[in-house]
C-alpha cells in the first residue's frame, strides 16, 4: 500500500496553531479510526502523541488533538513551542492486520 | 515501565541475512499486546516491517514480507527480526516497538539500532 501523504514541511511561530494533514485512502485512513500520531525529535525515537484519531496518552500535552474527515487525518498543535519543532507522522490501519505510515512532516517553529 | 532494546550487528554485507533482537524489560511478551519492527532509513520516514503475537500469529508489511520472519521468545522476554537477502536499501534504524493490540498503535519504543548494509 502507498504511505498517506503528509506535507513535507511546515513552518510557524512561537505561541500560532498549526495543522499537519494525512491523506490516505478507503483503505486505510478513510477506513478505520485507528489513526495515531507520532513525534520524533533528531536522533531520538518516535513517541505516541495520539492514538485511535482523537485519544491522548498520558503525560501528552493537551495542546495536541487529533480528528479525521474522510480519508483525512489531522493533527493540531496549539500555542506552538519551541519544543514542538520535530518530524511528525501518521499512521493508520490498512486492512488484512497491516498498518502504514505517513511520508512524515517537519515542523520547524520559527 | 516497559522498556525495550534492541540489539544485533551494526555492519553487514549484500546478500546476507540480518537478525535483531529485543529485549523487553518492566513487562511481559506474553502478554496482550503485538510486539512491532519498523525501520527508518538515512534521512527517510517510519516503514513498519511486521509484527508478531505471543501466540504466534504474524503480520508483515507486503514489501518485505517474503525476506522477513518476525518471532517471539517468550522464555527470554524477547522477540526478534530475521531479514534475508540484504541490499543496501536495508540500511536503516531498526526500532522494536510495543503494539496495542487490535488498535494498531505502537506506545513503547526502543531506542533504535542502525543496521548499514555494505560490502
Known amino acids: 500500500q502507498s504511505a498517506p501523504t503528509q506535507p513535507a514541511s511546515l513552518s510557524a511561530s512561537p505561541g500560532q496553531s498549526i495543522t499537519i494533514s494525512c491523506t490516505g485512502t478507503?483503505?486505510?485512513?478513510?477506513?478505520?479510526?485507528?489513526v495515531s500520531w507520532y513525534q520524533q525529535h533528531p536522533g531520538r525515537a518516535p513517541q505516541l502523541i495520539i492514538y485511535?484519531?482523537?485519544k491522548r496518552p498520558s503525560g501528552i500535552s493537551g495542546r495536541f488533538s487529533g480528528s479525521r474527515s474522510g480519508n483525512t487525518a489531522s493533527l493540531t498543535i496549539s500555542g506552538l513551542q519551541a519544543e514542538d519543532e520535530a518530524d511528525y507522522y501518521c499512521?493508520?490501519?490498512?486492512?488484512?492486520?497491516?498498518?502504514?505510515f505517513g511520508e512524515g512532516t517537519r515542523l520547524t517553529v520559527l | 515501565q516497559v522498556q525495550l532494546q534492541e540489539s544485533g550487528p551494526g555492519l553487514m554485507k549484500p546478500s546476507e541475512t540480518l537478525s535483531l533482537t529485543c529485549t523487553v524489560s518492566?513487562?511481559?511478551?506474553?502478554?496482550?499486546?503485538?510486539w512491532g519492527w519498523i525501520r527508518q532509513p538515512p534521512g527517510k520516514g517510519l516503514q513498519w516491517i511486521g509484527s508478531?503475537?505471543?501466540?504466534?500469529?504474524?503480520h508483515y508489511d507486503e514489501s518485505v514480507e517474503s525476506r522477513a520472519i518476525v518471532s517471539a521468545d517468550t522464555a527470554n522476554n524477547q522477540f526478534s527480526l530475521r531479514l534475508t537477502s540484504l541490499t543496501a536499501a536495508d540500511t536503516a534504524v531498526y526500532y522494536c516497538?510495543?503494539?496495542?493490540?487490535?488498535?494498531?498503535?505502537?506506545?513503547?519504543w526502543g531506542q533504535g539500532t542502525l543496521v548499514t548494509v555494505s560490502s
Open positions: 516497538a510495543r503494539q496495542v493490540t487490535n488498535l494498531y498503535y505502537f506506545d513503547a
Open positions: 518492566g513487562f511481559s511478551v506474553r502478554s496482550h499486546y503485538f
Open positions: 508478531v503475537y505471543p501466540g504466534g500469529t504474524t
Open positions: 478507503n483503505s486505510d485512513v478513510g477506513n478505520y479510526d485507528l
Open positions: 485511535e484519531v482523537n
Open positions: 499512521c493508520s490501519c490498512a486492512g488484512r492486520s497491516t498498518l502504514v
